[in-house]
């Protein structure tokens, strides 16, 4: 199945969004082999609107999973193992593909472990806003302008060799699973089109729930993303500043948060 991907959608009450997100879906066409949809723990009516859309598209190969360790990595990962296409799509319950997403990443990038792509994402009050990843990987990383979930595309063999996503991290799990992806010799492409539509919902984003634990994590990722680079000997003076501007802009809004534990998780350089 070397042009084909398969698609998971973790879902934790998304009964606004689930439908659109599997329209998109569909929309992709041949390149899509399967869904899984995972449950966790869904307590509105996810569920029943995905079963009613199933029997209204019985030819879409779908299968509903359950996975009751509460966050999206984890549910991310219950299916993994189970994928028999070339590609995986990440793809959050909230988000939509765009046309020939995956069709066209495949066939631009086919040698790629992970193909970092653009995204619009449309705030609450319906503004939109083009992001495009930065085309040099370390620094992409580091500013977290590597794209996002919903418009990447992975290798699955190559997230299956890293064991999937980090089920103990409440945020920056992208940022997490990329970087470990380039530590094993991860090759990325970078793809500048808008590949899906990233919706901001009002509640249940963990940028929402709990912003003090996104911004430590964050930076502590920076700071171990850049304690490699050096250890490689891969990047420039200038990006080296470039870092340091990026771990610093975050610590400058991570201040109002936890500044004594972040100060503690941060490296000096």
Same mark, same amino acid.
């Given at each position: 199945?070397?042009?084909?991907?398969?698609?998971?959608?973790?879902?934790?009450?998304?009964? #606004?969004?689930?439908?659109?997100?599997?329209?998109?879906?569909?929309?992709?066409?041949?390149?899509?082999?399967?869904?899984?949809?995972?449950?966790?723990?869904?307590?509105?009516?996810?569920?029943?609107?995905?079963?009613?859309?199933?029997?209204?598209?019985?030819?879409?190969?779908?299968?509903?999973?359950?996975?009751?360790?509460?966050?999206?990595?984890?549910?991310?990962?219950?299916?993994?193992?189970?994928?028999?296409?070339?590609?995986?799509?990440?793809?959050?319950?909230?988000?939509?593909?765009?046309?020939?997403?995956?069709?066209?990443?495949?066939?631009?990038?086919?040698?790629?472990?992970?193909?970092? #792509?653009?995204?619009?994402?449309?705030?609450?009050?319906? &503004?939109?806003?083009?992001?495009?990843?930065?085309?040099?990987?370390?620094?992409?990383?580091?500013?977290?302008?590597?794209?996002?979930?919903?418009?990447?595309?992975?290798?699955?063999?190559?997230?299956?060799?890293?064991?999937?996503? #980090?089920?103990?991290?409440?945020?920056?799990?992208?940022?997490?699973?990329?970087?470990?992806?380039?530590?094993?010799?991860? &090759?990325?492409?970078?793809?500048?089109?808008?590949?899906?539509?990233?919706?901001?919902?009002?509640?249940?984003?963990?940028?929402?729930?709990?912003?003090?634990?996104?911004?430590?994590?964050?930076?502590?990722?920076?700071?171990?993303?850049?304690?490699?680079?050096?250890?490689?000997?891969?990047?420039?003076?200038?990006?080296?500043?470039?870092?340091?501007?990026?771990?610093?802009?975050?610590?400058?809004?991570?201040?109002?948060?936890?500044?004594?534990?972040?100060?503690?998780?941060?490296?000096?350089?």
């Amino acid at each position: 199945m070397q042009n084909k991907a398969t698609v998971i959608i973790p879902c934790f009450n998304v009964e #606004a969004y689930i439908i659109d997100c599997l329209d998109s879906v569909e929309l992709q066409g041949d390149s899509v082999n399967h869904t899984y949809i995972v449950d966790n723990n869904c307590t509105d009516n996810t569920i029943a609107m995905v079963r009613e859309w199933q029997k209204a598209h019985p030819a879409f190969s779908l299968t509903i999973a359950k996975e009751t360790t509460p966050g999206a990595p984890a549910a991310r990962n219950h299916p993994l193992a189970l994928v028999k296409t070339n590609w995986v799509q990440f793809l959050d319950a909230d988000d939509v593909l765009l046309a020939n997403k995956i069709s066209d990443q495949i066939k631009r990038f086919p040698d790629a472990d992970v193909i970092c #792509a653009g995204g619009i994402h449309v705030a609450i009050d319906g &503004t939109e806003r083009q992001s495009i990843p930065e085309p040099n990987i370390p620094l992409a990383l580091m500013k977290g302008q590597a794209g996002i979930t919903s418009s990447n595309l992975f290798s699955t063999t190559s997230v299956q060799a890293v064991q999937g996503w #980090a089920e103990s991290l409440k945020s920056s799990q992208e940022y997490d699973l990329m970087f470990r992806l380039w530590q094993s010799g991860g &090759t990325f492409s970078v793809d500048i089109e808008s590949r899906a539509l990233i919706r901001e919902r009002p509640s249940g984003q963990i940028s929402q729930r709990n912003p003090r634990e996104k911004w430590v994590q964050l930076i502590e990722l920076q700071t171990i993303m850049l304690t490699a680079f050096l250890e490689k000997d891969i990047v420039d003076s200038h990006e080296i500043r470039l870092h340091h501007q990026s771990i610093f802009n975050h610590l400058r809004v991570s201040s109002k948060t936890d500044f004594q534990r972040i100060l503690e998780s941060a490296i000096p350089f």
